[in-house]
């Protein structure tokens, strides 16, 4: 077996196992980190197929921007969960 195909299997392992992540947390927050996460396996999986780019901009666009506005969207809507609740 070779490096590449062993990166390959633990890569899969953890991107499972964060993917997972995303639905078993109760926390809003907890759960985006955790697809923050899975992007950034799926980006090096780009890597190991050779495709730099697609990796790249899988870092800069989804687990950079799109992810940054999730968490802010939530911490927004917690706050205001948190606002209603009080008498």
Known sequence: ???IQISFFVLAVASIASAIGVIAFR???HSALSLILTLL???L????LGAMFI?????LIY????????LFVVTMLASEARD???P
Do not use: K, S
């Open 1 to 3: 077996m070779t490096a």
């Open 27 to 29: 926390n809003a927050v």
């Open 41 to 43: 396996f799926l980006a």
């Open 45 to 48: 999986f780009y890597l190991q």
């Open 55 to 59: 990796a790249i901009v899988q870092i």
């Open 63 to 70: 687990a950079g921007a799109i992810m940054v506005l999730f």
């Open 84 to 86: 209603t609740e009080l």
